[in-house]
């Protein structure tokens, strides 16, 4: 028997990942699997460049930026000219990306509506104490910015 939180993490996670194949099959133009994950990624980032963004993967430049660029041409992330360095992008997801992430997101929205509805007041706080606690300290390899979308 697996602990509850690998349960949990497991159940998102398939729940994802057949949202995702659902996706796949339903839009014209989509996104592949590794598309999905890297336009993800730099959403995460909120505002990385392309080598923040292949150094955070660990690919290479040439590899990141084939990425990105069929992401900007499917039309899901854009570049944007840095202020501080003109020679430099700034990668931005569209509200293309927005509208086809937000489709994952209610199931989020429908779990933690099922948890207010569930717990008391007291106990939904105490969860909610706990989930920042493992990811403020106890998640040190998953380093996010601090403007971070998620």
């Known amino acids: 028997?697996?602990?509850p939180l690998s349960e949990v993490y497991g159940k998102f996670?398939?729940?994802?990942?057949?949202d995702v194949f659902h996706r796949i099959k339903e839009r014209e133009q989509s996104l592949s699997t590794v598309e999905i994950y890297c336009v993800e990624?730099?959403?995460?980032?909120n505002?990385?460049?392309?080598?923040?963004?292949?150094?955070?993967?660990?690919?290479?430049?040439?590899?990141a930026t084939y990425k990105v660029n069929s992401l900007i041409q499917k039309g899901y992330v854009k570049k944007i000219r840095s202020t501080t360095d003109k020679r430099e992008f700034i990668l931005k997801v569209t509200d293309k990306f927005y509208k086809y992430w937000n489709l994952n997101e209610k199931y989020l929205e429908?779990?933690?509506e099922r948890l207010k509805n569930t717990l008391?007041?007291?106990?939904?706080?105490?969860?909610?104490?706990?989930?920042?606690?493992?990811?403020?300290?106890?998640?040190?390899?998953v380093e996010l910015p601090a403007n971070s979308e998620y």
């Open 13 to 18: 996670r398939i729940h994802y990942y057949r």
């Open 47 to 63: 505002g990385p460049t392309i080598n923040e963004f292949a150094s955070y993967i660990d690919i290479s430049s040439p590899n």
């Open 120 to 141: 008391t007041k007291e106990e939904y706080d105490s969860f909610n104490k706990i989930l920042r606690k493992i990811s403020d300290s106890l998640m040190p390899e």
């Open 110 to 112: 429908i779990v933690e």
């Open 1 to 3: 028997m697996s602990n």
């Open 41 to 45: 990624i730099i959403a995460a980032l």
